[in-house]
């Protein structure tokens, strides 16, 4: 596995004619620069670093996890079928994300379908309210309250806790805290991973190719 454009509106209200007889001109009133200016939508600038991505449940800015291969691509986010080699592994990563996105990666199944997406560096995506890695536990505890999970092991001696928002997850793992016990009387401990998946919760994990 790798860590992978009204028509242009102008009333122009004609006097009323004259009495019979009245040989003055009709005139027509100038048309008024409210009536004559055009509004142009506006339209975000896209994103140009892993800062200008929001992090939510079961999603990282526009990609969401489910998304097909080429759903993923047309977001702007992606490159699709990358080559790669290092000491250790070689393939293809049906899906990667941009050079300018860093401190994210992307999961995918056989066919290039997004299962998960994960962020493992503090200057990388946070949430709307601004939660990431180095956000504390206790911020965690203070922004969510109820709807964050208790704290349950992660594996490899780590801990994690969850939002869930319908079939839509967002986790966050504390890799230096040893314990559900050592979290839990330790509400400074750091968020080290955060991970978003969709129908299922996230494993907080990422282990081999």
């Given amino acids: 596995m790798r860590l992978t454009p009204v028509a242009l509106a102008a009333v122009l209200l004609l006097a009323p004619l004259s009495a019979c007889g009245d040989d003055e001109p009709t005139t027509s009133p100038t048309p008024t620069a409210s009536a004559t200016t055009s509004q142009t939508p506006t339209t975000d600038a896209p994103p140009a ?13 526009a990609a969401e996890v489910g998304m097909s291969q080429d759903d993923a691509v047309a977001t702007g986010l992606f490159d699709a079928d990358v080559e790669y080699q290092d000491e250790v592994c070689e393939g293809i990563d049906l899906l990667r994300w941009k050079e300018q996105f860093e401190g994210v990666d992307v999961l995918t199944d056989e066919d290039g379908t997004i299962v998960s997406m994960g962020v493992w560096d503090a200057a990388g995506p946070r949430t709307e309210v601004g939660f990431g890695v180095d956000t504390t536990f206790d911020e965690l505890i203070e922004g969510f ?23 839509k997850w967002l986790g966050f793992l504390f890799g230096q805290a040893e314990s559900v016990e050592q979290l839990g009387n330790d509400h400074g401990q750091q968020v080290t991973f955060m991970e978003v998946t969709t129908d299922h919760k996230p494993a907080l994990i990422r282990d081999g190719c």
């Avoid at 670093?49 to 800015?61: K, W």
């Avoid at 309250?145 to 079939?167: F, K």
């Fill in 145 to 167: 309250g109820e709807q964050l999970s208790e704290p349950e092991s992660a594996g490899y001696g780590q801990v994690g806790v969850w939002v869930q928002d319908g079939q």
């Fill in 49 to 61: 670093t892993s800062a200008d991505l929001v992090v939510a449940p079961g999603r990282i800015g």
